[in-house]
């Protein structure tokens, strides 16, 4: 797999991103800003003089909407970006790689474990018990709308897994999958901490893999956290494509 190839792609789809059910998209003098289901910005385009003017006018814009992500990734520009957002207020989170698993040269993925069944979800009851885990997964006191996933689930760009263990939610993950592009996107994947090292994720990593390629998507990619999730994908063959930083401002509540 060319790395740099990859790179390229995966920006063009950044810079013009496929429609999703709930999220408005819109570009505002120089950035791309995501709306209403996710508030995240990961794509702009301005010289470094008015980095920290934007980084600040964009925390005031989104205060009102809830937190906001900014993604930057280690090619992007300008180089002053991390300390305007630094100093508008944005929390660095923690190190992330964007990877990347040519489906054509997948691994061949492990037999389901006995006692394990990896459902794609298609009710409320199954977002909640997807919630459950993500909570427990990544100790996290923000959660997500209920109702707004549980809509998404009729969008025919998303899937969500939940793996469980003799009838209990265990693991799981969403599939984003990006129509007109070679990529679905793997997101929100974790375990619940006592089963994790039983190689739970990796059946959910393969349930999204095999429906990524049923549907024609050349690339599955993912942004990993490098402590967790990365050093996993990378056995599976996952090849690193970009050193990845997420930054957080918190809004209303």
């Known amino acids: 797999m060319d790395v740099r190839e990859v790179r390229d792609l995966y920006d063009q789809v950044r810079a013009r991103p ?17 709306t209403v289901a996710y508030n995240f910005i990961d794509w702009w385009d301005f010289a470094e003089d008015r980095a920290f003017e934007i980084a600040a006018r964009e925390a005031a814009f989104y205060a009102p909407l809830g937190d906001l992500k900014w993604k930057v990734y280690a090619h992007d520009r300008p180089a002053n970006l991390p300390a305007a957002l630094a100093a508008a207020g944005f929390a660095f989170e923690h190190l992330e790689t964007f990877v990347a ?5 997948a691994p061949t993925w492990p037999a389901q474990q006995a006692g394990l069944e990896v459902r794609r979800i298609a009710d409320r009851t199954g977002v909640e018990d997807f919630l459950a885990v993500n909570a427990a997964a990544f100790q996290d006191t923000r959660t997500w709308n209920a109702d ?7 969008d025919p760009t998303l899937a969500i897994y939940v793996a469980y263990a003799d009838g209990q939610p265990v693991c799981g993950g969403r599939l984003e999958l990006n129509p007109g592009t070679r990529f679905a996107g793997l997101y929100g994947g974790g375990t619940t901490p006592e089963f994790q090292g039983r190689g739970i994720y990796h059946q959910v990593v393969a349930a999204r893999a095999a429906e990524a390629s049923r549907q024609g998507f050349r690339y599955l990619m993912s942004d990993a956290r490098n402590t967790t999730s990365l ?6 063959g996952f090849q690193p ?6 930054w957080r401002r918190s809004g209303a509540t």
Do not use: N, Y
Not at 18 to 34: I, N, S, Y
Not at 241 to 246: G, H, M, Q, W
């Open 241 to 246: 494509i970009s050193e990845l930083t997420p």
């Open 148 to 154: 707004s996933l549980t809509e998404r689930l009729a």
């Open 101 to 105: 698993l040519d489906l054509a040269d």
């Open 231 to 236: 050093p996993i994908l990378k056995r599976l």
């Open 18 to 34: 496929p429609k999703q059910m709930g999220r408005e998209t819109a570009w505002f003098d120089g950035v791309l800003r995501h």
